[in-house]
């Protein structure tokens, strides 16, 4: 793939993006990722034990949040933050002062194009966020803004401007992202196919936003990357980013902000336990038959012209509509509204650009 | 892929805009050659056409139209005269290729057998209500994501199977004239369920369809005053498949667009593209009208077939575009003319 070689420079926003990642191992991982992430400011969040030492390799810029510092910085509003689970991620999103966030698993390395050439998965993150999306009309040539493709005959030009993209959501070689059952009966499938695309998710369809190789424009859509409460203490897991994502493209569809979804790969290195996986899931399944339901009928109102307000009116929805289905989602509905003050609280002034409402269609 | 295809169930049809259909057959002869093959001379092609032998086919030219149809208000020069094709099928899914288009090779290099992954399309379910951001996850090696709903992992029928094309994109003329040079080199390896209200431009140039279901929704519509023989000059394809689409969302059918691809022309006349530019800017400028319009049909519950939804969006045309621009209301009126035809023709046999 030539593209980021013939292309001239996609600018490295090195001041303007954060790289975000929990982890409770190590990091020996970012030694493989040296070349591409070493100018970027890392934000490690460390789940588990606080009293353990993560070792970061030597070179990086980071600053690193453990249990403690969570539960130090944001007082009793902590409790919207989940421990044990890599949900505590969305905590390095909150004390982010930049632009751009880009979240990966410790498991996922850098993999290789059709060519063998190493894929920079930042930089392709990057371009996808710069680039317009285009959500109001399915381009058939997948992202008309990359090189070599355009928008084809009938794509009506006054929807050839796009919008801002928000969130570039990139996938996985090697060991696919999987539900428990599915690991289960497929113990041994590797995804190998590498589609070279990258295609914006249109409006109004939902999709499963995976956290493990993920980019976003925290000015516009920040406040909505709550992964919710998980792990420890918590009737269910593994469905941290799926909540976000959920969250998030609705409000992207009501803002009129683009999702993209497609390259970059990584390559994801570990399967997890799918019995551990179906213990954490096993609620999760059952839910999301309601959850789907929930969010595709979702309609914020006009008067929701930021994120925050949004996002405030969705948890209503979610105590009011969702709270029969367990408790869990009463104390869901709260922790994401204690997020939201605990987001106000750090990002204080004018974080929240308005958006006009209800664009488009 | 290991479907079965029956020979039977399959209709190839070719609108045959150039007579001499030598290369064109010898070329994908592979690939065609165990199914019948529909061609439909376009009425204002004088020449006899030259197919080389070996093809179980059968060739419609304007009296034969003349004929079957009798008098009509359609025209079915140009592009539009595969549609006669489709009425005159009585299988189940119907291939058409444009007949400058030759089978393209993966980036394995092997040629692409564009028939059978329409076919496949065709025969695995759609999953149009959730996004799989691994694709189509009926294919090999590929499965539903974490997150994705287990009630909606048996899809619906997929009714629609739209494929791309390497070389020359199916540009609009004002993208030609800009960028005469540019080649789809980029060979995506992936089917998709375009998913429910998301509205696509369906190009006629490679695709397939499910005749039993869709009977009538793959119409003649919409015809440019300037309508001409080049792709860039024509909407029909593109008003056809949003009805489809529109279609296929009310009955709860799914469309698909990736594979397969093939391999399309030789080169841009770029003097051609500007005339075009010049004389059809109508096209371009009727999407800005189109769109919205599609976007805004509801169907009502009563429209239970593909007939129901013809007629009862010629209606909403006619009604809300027709003032527009008459073009609009031939379409509407053309709408309801095929489903006549199709009644009469198309639903014999089938």
Redesign the interface.
């Known amino acids: 793939m030539a593209d980021s070689a013939s292309i001239p420079n996609t600018p490295l926003l090195k001041d303007e993006l954060d790289i975000v990642i929990p982890t409770i191992r190590n990091l020996d991982f970012l030694e493989m990722w040296r070349p591409f992430f070493q100018p970027y400011h890392l934000i490690i969040v460390q789940d588990g034990d606080p009293s353990k030492t993560i070792k970061v390799p030597e070179g990086f810029d980071y600053e690193l949040y453990n249990r403690n510092d969570i539960n130090r910085i944001l007082g009793p509003k902590a409790s919207c933050i989940s421990f044990k689970d890599s949900a505590c991620r969305c905590f390095g999103y909150m004390i982010s002062k930049k632009k751009y966030i880009y979240t990966i698993d410790d498991d996922c390395f850098v993999a290789k194009d059709?060519s063998g050439k190493e894929i920079n998965a930042l930089e392709q993150h990057i371009k996808n966020l710069l680039c317009p999306s285009t959500p109001f009309?399915?381009?058939?040539?997948?992202d008309p803004f990359?090189d070599?493709?355009?928008?084809?005959?009938?794509?009506?030009?006054?929807?050839r401007e796009g919008v801002s993209t928000a969130v570039s959501?990139g996938?996985w070689l090697n060991i696919?992202?999987?539900?428990a059952p599915?690991q289960l009966v497929?113990p041994r499938?590797?995804?190998?196919?590498?589609?070279?695309?990258v295609l914006t998710?249109?409006?109004?369809?939902?999709?499963?936003?995976?956290g493990m190789n993920l980019a976003f424009d925290r000015e516009l859509i920040g406040p909505a990357m709550y992964f919710g409460l998980m792990g420890d203490g918590q009737p269910i897991g593994?469905?941290d980013?799926?909540w976000a994502?959920w969250c998030t493209k609705v409000i992207c569809d009501h803002l009129g902000l683009g999702v993209k979804?497609g390259l970059p790969y990584i390559w994801h290195s570990k399967a997890s336990n799918p019995f551990v996986n179906l213990k954490k899931?096993y609620k999760g399944?059952f839910w999301?038959?309601e959850l789907?339901p929930f969010f595709q009928s979702a309609v914020l109102p006009k008067d929701c012209t930021t994120v925050q307000k949004c996002y405030i009116e969705l948890s209503k929805q979610v105590r009011e509509k969702l709270g029969k289905i367990d408790p869990y989602f009463d104390k869901l509905a709260d922790a994401m509204v204690t997020w939201i003050e605990a987001w106000d609280e750090l990002n204080p002034s004018g974080a929240a650009a308005e958006k006009p409402n209800g664009t488009a269609? | 892929m290991s479907l079965n295809i029956e020979d039977n169930e399959v209709d190839i049809v070719i609108a045959a805009l150039r007579s001499d259909l030598t290369a064109f057959m010898e070329k994908w002869r592979p690939f065609f050659s165990r199914f019948h093959l529909i061609i439909i001379k376009d009425p204002d092609v004088e020449e006899d056409l030259q197919i080389p032998p070996g093809f179980d086919h059968q060739v419609f030219t304007k009296s034969d139209m003349a004929q079957i149809l009798g008098a009509t208000s359609i025209n079915f020069t140009g592009h539009s005269c595969r549609y006669f094709g489709y009425l005159v099928s009585h299988k189940k899914y119907i291939i058409s290729i444009d007949d400058d288009c030759l089978p393209a090779r993966d980036n394995a290099g092997t040629l692409v057998d564009a028939v059978a992954q329409h076919i496949v399309n065709l025969k695995t379910p759609a999953t149009p209500f959730f996004f799989n951001t691994l694709y189509d996850p009926f294919c090999k090696g590929a499965d539903f994501v974490r997150g994705y709903p287990f009630s909606l992992r048996n899809g619906v029928e997929c009714v629609l199977s739209c494929g791309l094309w390497l070389n020359i994109a199916d540009y609009d003329a004002p993208t030609q004239v800009v960028k005469p040079n540019d080649r789809n080199v980029r060979y995506v390896d992936a089917v998709m369920t375009v998913p429910v209200r998301a509205l696509m431009p369906v190009s006629g140039i490679n695709f397939g369809f499910n005749r039993e279901l869709l009977g009538p929704a793959l119409l003649p519509g919409l015809r440019l005053a300037g309508e001409g023989k080049e792709r860039w000059e024509t909407m029909e394809d593109i008003w056809c498949g949003l009805c489809t689409k529109v279609v296929c969302d009310h009955l709860g059918l799914g469309v698909k667009s990736g594979l397969p691809y093939v391999w399309r022309g030789d080169g841009v006349d770029v003097r051609g593209a500007m005339d075009s530019l010049k004389r059809e800017w109508e096209g371009v400028k009727l999407m800005e009208e189109i769109v919205p319009f599609f976007q805004s049909v509801r169907l009502p519950s009563t429209a239970v077939t593909a007939e129901d939804c013809v007629i009862e969006m010629a209606a909403m045309v006619k009604e809300q575009l027709g003032p527009l621009n008459p073009v609009f209301a031939s379409a509407a009126d053309a709408m309801v003319e095929w489903v006549k035809l199709w009644k009469a023709v198309g639903s014999q046999g089938a």
């Open positions: 059709p009309f399915f381009n058939t040539l997948y990359r070599g493709a355009d928008f084809v005959r009938g794509y009506p030009f006054s929807l959501h996938l696919p992202d999987y539900d599915t497929k499938e590797r995804n190998t196919r590498y589609v070279d695309a998710v249109p409006k109004g369809t939902l999709f499963p936003m995976c593994r469905y980013d799926m994502g979804t899931e399944i999301q038959e789907i269609k």
